[in-house]
């Protein structure tokens, strides 16, 4: 099995391995780049997963009272065409 320590050594001895100049450059774009996929997904409007959870929890509470209206409204036209029904 191979050793995380080793791998890990590995690791540190290429990055201290790397000129300077080259670590500027690659935080750098790090940066440029970052800033610019944020600046992507703002204009894409998309939103946050917590604001979703939240529409989510919102939609099946409205769901849930208009089905329960639904239904209320179809027991309420029963009855009026029950009460019509025995009127005539």
Excluded at 43 to 63: A, C, G, H, N, Y
């Amino acid at each position: 099995m191979i050793n995380a320590k080793k791998i890990e050594d590995i690791a540190k001895q290429i990055s201290e391995a790397i000129p300077p100049q080259v670590k500027t450059v690659a935080n750098d774009f790090e940066s440029k780049a970052k800033q610019i996929l944020q600046n992507k997904l703002a204009q894409m409007d998309m939103v946050s997963r917590e604001e979703f959870d939240v529409q989510t929890q919102v939609l099946i509470k409205t769901r849930a009272k208009l089905d329960e209206l639904s239904a209320k409204v179809a027991q309420l036209e029963a009855q009026l065409n029950q009460n019509q029904s025995s009127a005539d």
